[in-house]
């Protein structure tokens, strides 16, 4: 849409931005392409990123065992479509899913798709809690951080042979839009980088408030992870969403400044 609108020039400053990132952190983009702040335009436009969102969505419901009991999928559906409408990108068809795994875990993937480890419910003492978590990650796709990564890491994989087709009208060819997605499912259990991590909660205090929720449990989610991440068996969520202080004080000033 952004770029429908841009002009000559405005591409040509969208190139140049992308070449400086290249030239300037190519090598740790290759590593973690999510704690890269190099550049921050997005020229993947929203039809490629649902089709992208689509087919990761195909490629982990084969990696993971879906939960196979529908109430709870149900449910945690139900509170994750409350939250969504009240998103700054409510119009995408979001899906929240529920895998059946031990691991204590939640991501994103692009386009608004959502997953939820039967792990991390476990550990969950209410339903302000569970929006706590589908609430952050719903933060991530409103600031399109999947999205931004897959972005760093397919141009410093393909280069600028990429770019062209990145730019063009028509969106990601089919064959791109499955290469995308492969890539895109892997890069899901990296590290989010501390702004990623902000901006999600930032948006998650936000859209709880006016779902009705409580975002003070987000409060109470980081303390508890916080705790347990020096325990026995840390957390896997630790490893893709780090918990801090930092976060617990930049949550409580946004519940402070809230109307
Ligand atoms: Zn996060």
Do not use: C, W
């Not at 730019?167 to 060819?173: E, F, W």
Request: hydrophobic residues 40%.
């Amino acid at each position: 849409m952004e770029r429908r609108a841009g002009a000559a020039g405005k591409r040509l400053l969208i190139v140049f931005v992308l070449l400086s990132a290249m030239l300037a952190g190519g090598q740790a983009e290759a590593q973690n392409p999510f704690t890269s702040t190099a550049y921050d335009p997005v020229f993947i436009g929203e039809k490629s990123e649902i089709e992208i969102g689509k087919n990761t969505d195909e490629q982990l419901r084969q990696k993971y065992r879906i939960s196979t009991d529908r109430q709870l999928n149900q449910r945690i559906n139900a509170i994750g479509q409350k939250l969504a409408a009240r998103s700054e990108r409510s119009n995408l068809a979001y899906s929240f899913t529920v895998i059946d795994d031990e691991l204590v875990n939640a991501f994103a993937a692009p386009g608004g798709y959502i997953y939820i480890t039967t792990g991390i419910l476990k550990k969950l003492k209410s339903e302000h809690e569970i929006a706590g978590v589908l609430g952050h990650e719903i933060g991530h796709v409103v600031h399109k951080h999947s999205l931004k990564a897959l972005q760093r890491q397919m141009l410093a994989q393909f280069g600028l042979s990429i770019m062209g087709a990145m730019l063009g009208d028509g969106g990601l060819s089919g064959s791109l839009i499955v290469k995308a997605s492969e890539i895109s499912a892997g890069l899901l259990l990296l590290r989010n980088s501390r702004e990623n991590e902000l901006q999600a909660d930032a948006e998650g205090v936000r859209i709880m408030h006016a779902a009705g929720y409580n975002p003070r449990a987000m409060i109470d989610i980081q303390r508890m992870l916080l705790k347990e991440a020096g325990g026995k068996n840390p957390p896997a969520i630790i490893s893709t969403h780090p918990p801090s202080q930092e976060r617990i004080d930049a949550i409580e000033q946004a519940i402070r400044n809230m109307p």
